[in-house]
């Protein structure tokens, strides 16, 4: 069964927009680990941000900030004024202690950014 | 800083062949873990070792092994190599707290190979 799930497939913007990625999780863990990668057309994996099951706290990082709600098991991402170089796919990705902390990787959303 | 070296970038091989690829951790990271990444797929999880032995097993066929050497890197073998093995495989590289307990590390991904069957 999937753990993690992005609903969206693609998401395309035009330059200064923002953007919302989507991402549910599925966990029966009590310590867990939420993350944001962004995969540019090169091909790398650049890890973006991480959030723990503990800390709800919401907080943005320069253009990003994240949702974070365990009541409804989400962990949205945000990317304010979007640029060119932010189209990307980006992956949320879960690690639980109990599957040794390995990544379960959503589909990923693909963001084009228009200029 | 340092990151994850994995070599090589690129390799071409033929059906039936093997291949090696290797991975070098950011120093002092003791966890690593192979994924491998199909067109428009997203990243699936190989294997993974702690203090060189391994510690979770994925969806890893049977034709692949890897190991994790003295020096934390690690190389993930692939022998009678098919089509469907191409693919873009990545390394990732964390550290955990003494005592192998919950990491507050995140996961950094070396560039990938990008490995292409002919």
């Known amino acids: 069964a999937q753990k993690v799930t992005q609903a969206q497939t693609e998401i395309s913007v035009v330059e200064k927009e923002d953007v919302t990625l989507d991402c549910v999780y599925e966990?029966?863990?009590?310590?867990?680990?939420l993350f944001w990668y962004k995969q540019p057309p090169s091909g790398e994996l650049v890890f973006l941000i991480r959030?723990?099951?503990?800390?709800?706290q919401n907080e943005i990082s320069g253009r990003y900030s994240w949702n974070f709600q365990k009541s409804t098991s989400s962990f949205n991402f945000t990317i304010t004024a979007s640029q060119v170089v932010d189209s990307a796919v980006y992956f949320c990705?879960?690690?639980?202690?109990?599957?040794?902390?390995?990544?379960?990787f959503g589909a990923g959303t693909t963001v084009t950014v228009r200029a | 800083a340092a990151g994850v070296i994995q070599s090589p970038r690129h390799l071409i091989k033929e059906k039936r062949e093997t291949a090696t690829l290797k991975c070098y951790p950011i120093?002092?990271?003791?966890?690593v873990y192979w994924y491998q990444q199909g067109p428009g797929q997203d990243p699936q999880f190989l294997i993974s070792?702690?203090?060189?032995?391994?510690?979770d097993k994925g969806s890893i066929p049977d034709r692949f092994s890897a190991q994790q050497f003295s020096d934390y890197h690690s190389e993930l073998n692939m022998s009678s190599l098919e089509l469907g093995d191409s693919a873009l495989y990545f390394c990732?590289?964390?550290?955990?707290?003494?005592?192998?307990?919950?990491?507050?590390?995140?996961?950094?991904f070396g560039d990938g190979t990008r490995l292409s069957i002919l």
């Open positions: 990732a590289s964390s550290l955990r707290p003494l005592g192998g307990g919950a990491s507050n590390q995140p996961q950094h």
């Open positions: 966990t029966r863990d009590t310590t867990y680990y």
């Open positions: 959030r723990n099951s503990f800390d709800e």
């Open positions: 990705a879960l690690s639980e202690g109990s599957n040794d902390y390995k990544l379960s």
């Open positions: 120093p002092r990271h003791d966890t």
């Open positions: 070792f702690y203090e060189k032995m391994q510690s």
